[in-house]
């Protein structure tokens, strides 16, 4: 019976104590749909801020005994749709005022930029934690004006980044002594940073986060377990002193100068430290021995630095989970490391240790392993030996590797057959292990790509890419490596065919073959998850299959420099996500699909250059995306009518086909433009004053058409020297080893030649080629802005009058053809590097010399190809006699002296010497005798 009634008073308690947690405050929901109108999202989605229990609705934690809000989530709830609302708003804070029991609230993000009615935020005297970061407030809370403090003396954690405090607000910080947690980085206010900040009188504060801070006083926080030091102009003191905060467990020190005569030894007294990571701050300094005595260190990250120093200081660590020293200057032998049985990750790349790999066997945590670029090596320097042998070595039950990097560890050899055993593998890097000739010879992988015995379905990333692997890609490979997202297998020497077996490998993202010697057709069934397709630069043939119109999330389709053939498909226009289409250099024809006007919205990159592509360009085609095309060397015609829209368009070449018309004014509206190629083409008329809007133009040719009309003058200011905007960007939504963005060259002439310009090295290219027109009138004499012009070709017009002199000042040039123009008058003597001037007869001239070799004129026929001398050139050319009589002076020198140093060291030939010496005299001898001399003195 006693029983039964102890039950029942259970679920009683039970009930009430449900009731109580159900219980929502009247007066806390009423004030909490007064606070919806301003922060309405919730991560893009709408707050379910309506019926029912307030507690129960997202980004509202209440007291499970009171039924009173505790906690509000109110960060990024901002109306994104409200444009004003970024530039900042002010809130009422007399709306928090009913929650009594309010211990959290964080408001960060949300463009907050004070509180109206000179409020501050110390009618909040409950609060707990506050977080009012990246908010850009730039009223001081409380007010500079009134000059109240803050005393929030409830206060543990305070967030105040990304706002603008004045000093006074800052000083006031003292003022909270129960403040466990605080951050103070990125204040856009570095005089009130640099001023005085309440520290020193926080003494039971454990977490700091700090920019731009004054480094004085804080030495005091003998109670500080976290501390972040970000973009501190001068941590020197800093530094020196760190080892008074004995009870410091995690520092991450981010950007940070400090000068010549730094010592880390403060580090040494910091044996409760578990985390320490120095990033982004280049120091130059040793790390001393007493480093080992950290015995508490898990975490260790000092990666891209200057460190020096050697490895055995990390070999008492026998805690250290994670440990990234490289790109830095240690060097050792890494069988210290071998006791660091707990290492879950390993990374010593490009530093100057030594050793063997199979020291790493006892490391049986190991998941993730980066050696590339140290002197590491596996036994008898013979990767093929090396790989077997280490990795067998390595091979045991408990020892399983996640993520692997051997970039030219060893001395080359075949791909290491033994990573096989490796189950766990999920991320292979073997690519560049090809640096033949400079710091490792012979390092290549060679041979044939060999497949597990077994499926491997764990494995996620293979990149073999850069390397001489050659033969078939197995067949097979699709059913071994039935997980993969990426295989990068670019840059090598595989043959035969893509494997079939490929298309059934239902993750795959990234398949990269380019580079290759591979001679099939494209595979009809492909994985229809593919991101980015690449099988550039192999023999490719047939067409493309129709089957590829479902791989629906393609970014990028690269089948350039193949001999592909085959209409453009038409099908290409469902692929609604590419952003990159590079079919350059086949066989297609037939005309650019009009479906192609689908692919307006992200588009960036369409190069179809080099096949026998005709008709007209669809006047539908102008994608707001587009930021390079490259349609040069076909069969085009008709006048221009696409990317008048195209405002981000960097790049346009259209030459080398058959368009007729004006040049469109509104091309002077593509404000981005930095490379137009309209040369060998049939447009006529002038060119248009509109091209001088394009204030980012680098290279502009419209050679080899049939312009007319005069130079516009304004046209010389044009040309920018800044490239920054011109450069090629690679894409950012593909975030994973080996790939880069598509490279397409341009085709520019210089000094009479041809050439094809990448991207890096087009970025330096700038210049001007208007030769094979008819213009008419003159030079234009404004060249101030043109000090890094590197290419002028004027030739082949009707010019007339006398070159500028600002020509001689173009200190950059390399190539000035002026030459079959009507011109007349003197040559500046600059240009020729006579030091006179020149003057022709008659004062017209033809051919004039260009500067940086032969003066070749352009055959306007014949496409830039190179013809006589013109008659007019001088007789010094272009020689520095000085330095040609030197040279032949030199060479006159060490020829017998050479000769004499080899007599001298090898007797046989000494001996051979002397005696063709002495023969060959003795035949001059008695020739001279017997036909010279007359008879009286023989």
Known sequence: MEYRKLVWVFVVAFLFGGYQSE?????????????????????????????????????????????????????????????????????????????????????????????????????????????????????????????????????????????????????????LSNLKSLSLTHIFDVDAMEGSIGLPALKNLEKLHLEYGNENGWQNLTNLKELTLTDLSSTSNIIRDIGTLTSLEDLVIDGCDVGANLNLYGFCELRKQQTLAIINSDWNVSLPECFSELTSLKYLDISKNHFSGNISVFKNLTLFEYLDISFNNFFGDISMLKNLTLLEYLDLSSNKFSGYISFFMSLTSLRELRLSKNKIEIPNNNMIYNAE???????????????????????????????????????????????????????????????????????LYLDVSNNSLDGNIPNEIGAKLPSLKLLNMSNNFFGGGIAISIGGMIFLQLLDLSNNKSSSGIPRHLPMGLVLFDVSNNQLFGDIPSSMENLTLMLTLDLSNNTLFGGTPRWMGKMSNLEELVMGNNHFEGPIPVEFCKLKYFLKILDLSANNISGSLPSCFSSLSLTHVYLSRNKLK????????????????????????????????????????????????????????????????????????????????????????????????????????VDVPVKFTMKSISYFYKATVLTYLSGIDLSCNKLTGEIPHLFQHFQDIIVLNFSHNNLIGPI?????????????????????????????????????????????????????????????????????????????????????VGSYIVMPLCISIVLYINPYWRQAWFYHVEAATMSCYYFVLDNVLPKRFR
């Not at 507690?55 to 994104?80: I, M």
């Not at 804070?93 to 409020?119: H, T, V, W």
């Open 23 to 175: 219980g929502c405050w009247e007066i806390e929901k009423a004030a909490l749909f007064q606070l919806k109108p301003f922060f309405p999202l919730v991560n893009g989605e709408g707050i379910s801020w309506g019926k029912g229990n307030c507690c129960r609705w997202n980004r509202v934690e209440c007291s499970t005994s009171t039924g009173r809000a505790t906690q509000l989530f109110l960060e990024d709830s901002y109306d994104k749709d409200n444009k004003d609302i970024y530039q900042g708003w002010y809130l009422n804070i007399s709306l928090f005022l009913p929650f009594e029991e309010l211990k959290s609230l964080n408001l960060g993000g949300n463009y907050i930029a004070g509180f109206i009615d000179n409020q501050d935020l110390n009618v909040l005297s409950h609060l707990k934690i506050l977080n009012i970061s990246y908010d850009g407030m730039n009223d001081s809370v409380p007010s500079q004006d009134n000059k109240r403090e803050l005393k929030l003396m409830s206060l543990e954690e305070l967030n105040l980044w990304g706002n603008v405090f004045n000093s006074y607000m800052l000083s006031s910080l003292g003022s």
């Open 389 to 459: 042998t280490e990795m067998h070595s390595l091979d045991t039950p408990t020892f399983q590797l996640r993520s692997i990097t051997l970039s030219c560890c060893g001395d080359g050899g075949s791909f290491p057959q033994s990573l096989n055993h490796q189950h766990d593998l999920e991320h292979v890097d073997l690519s560049n292990i090809n640096f033949k000739g400079y710091q490792f010879p012979n390092c290549s992988l060679s041979g044939h790509f060999q497949l597990p015995p077994t499926s491997h379905r764990g494995l």
């Open 638 to 741: 008709g006048p221009i009518t696409s990317f008048f829209n195209s405002s981000a368009l960097v790049t346009l070449d259209l030459s080398n086909n058959h368009l007729i018309g004006n040049i469109p004014n509104w091309i002077g509206s593509l404000s981005m433009l930095s490379y137009l190629l309209l040369n060998n083409n049939y447009f006529e008329g002038g060119i248009s004053v509109q091209l001088c809007e394009l204030h980012w133009l680098r290279l502009i040719d419209v050679s080899s058409n049939n312009l007319s009309g005069t130079i516009p003058p304004c046209l010389m200011i044009t040309i920018s020297n800044d490239s920054s905007r011109a450069k090629y960007n690679n894409s950012e939504y593909l975030d994973f080893i080996g790939y880069t963005s």
């Open 804 to 888: 500028p002199p600002a020509l001689a000042d173009l200190s950059q040039i390399e190539s000035l053809d002026l030459s079959h123009n009507h011109l007349s008058g003197n040559i500046p003597s600059q240009l020729l590097g006579t030091g006179q001037f020149v003057t022709f007869e008659e004062s017209s001239y033809v051919g004039n010399p260009f500067l940086c070799g032969e003066p070749v004129p352009k055959n306007c026929s014949t496409n830039g190809s190179s013809s006589s001398v013109p008659k007019n050139a001088t007789d010094e050319g272009f020689i520095d006699m000085k330095v040609f009589y030197a040279s032949f």
